[in-house]
C-alpha cells in the first residue's frame, strides 16, 4: 500500500542524491513524484523471504552465476522513474557492465537481471500494469508477479478472482504469460529445475 505521495517533481539523479540513508521506509519515483513505500506486512514479508529462500537454495546447488542483492534500483529508460522491486535475481557474468552498479546499486540495463518479482498487495495495478509495461520495456528477461491473496484485477487473474502466480517471459521483446495455481509447478527460464508450486509459495502467506 502507498502511505504518502511526496508532490515535488524531481529527476531521477535528483532522487537518488536525496534518498534518506538508513531510512525504514523504501520509496519509488514515479514519474518525477516521489513515492513513499511502506514497509511489508507479516504475511507478505513471508512470501517474500519464502520464494527469495528458495531461489537461494536454487543458485546454490546448480552453482548459477546469479545473486540477490539486499538493495538495489531499478532505473526507467523511459521516464523519471525507479522501482525497487520485492526480490530481484541478478547476473554475475553482466552486472560489471552496468555502469551505475558498483558505485550506486542502480541498474540501468535489462540485461544486468535475469529474475524480478513483485509480491502483490493492494497496490496491485501497479505491479500488473506500471511495473510490467516497464520491466518489459527495459527487457527484463522474466518477470513473476505472485498474487496470494487474489488480489488483482480480474483482467489480469480471471473470475472468480483466486490467488495466482503468473510468470512473464520476454519472447521477441514482449512479455508472454503463464499463470499457476494450486498443484500447478512453476515453471521458468531462468530456474528450469525448480521444483516448487504455487500452493506451497501461498501458504506461506496463510
Known amino acids: 500500500m502507498i502511505q504518502q505521495f511526496i508532490p515535488k517533481f524531481v529527476t531521477f ?21 516521489i513515492i513513499e513505500m511502506p514497509k511489508a506486512t507479516g504475511k507478505h514479508s513471508q512470501v517474500g523471504g519464502f520464494t527469495s529462500g528458495w531461489l537461494f537454495v536454487e543458485i546454490q546447488r546448480l552453482k548459477l552465476p546469479y545473486f540477490i542483492p539486499t538493495e538495489c534500483v531499478i532505473k526507467s529508460i523511459r521516464s523519471d522513474s525507479s522501482y525497487e522491486p520485492d526480490i530481484i535475481v541478478l547476473n554475475k557474468e553482466t552486472i560489471q557492465d552496468d555502469p ?22 493492494t497496490n496491485w495495478r501497479d505491479d500488473y500494469a506500471l511495473k510490467l509495461e516497464e520491466y518489459e520495456a527495459l527487457g527484463i528477461q522474466e518477470y513473476w508477479i505472485v498474487d496470494y491473496l487474489g488480489l488483482g484485477g480480474r483482467r489480469f487473474i480471471g473470475n472468480p478472482k483466486q490467488p495466482t502466480f503468473s510468470v512473464y517471459q520476454l519472447v521477441e521483446g514482449e512479455y508472454q504469460i503463464q499463470q499457476f495455481r494450486g498443484s500447478d509447478r512453476i515453471e521458468s527460464s531462468t530456474f528450469p529445475e525448480l521444483q516448487l508450486t504455487a500452493e506451497q509459495i501461498f501458504a506461506a502467506g496463510a
Open 100 to 121: 551505475r552498479w558498483e558505485r550506486e546499486s542502480i541498474i540501468t540495463k535489462g540485461t544486468s537481471i535475469s529474475l524480478v518479482v513483485e509480491v502483490v498487495s
Open 13 to 33: 539523479d535528483e532522487f537518488i542524491a536525496w534518498y534518506p540513508e538508513n531510512s525504514e521506509n523504501h520509496y519509488e519515483l514515479h514519474n518525477g513524484v
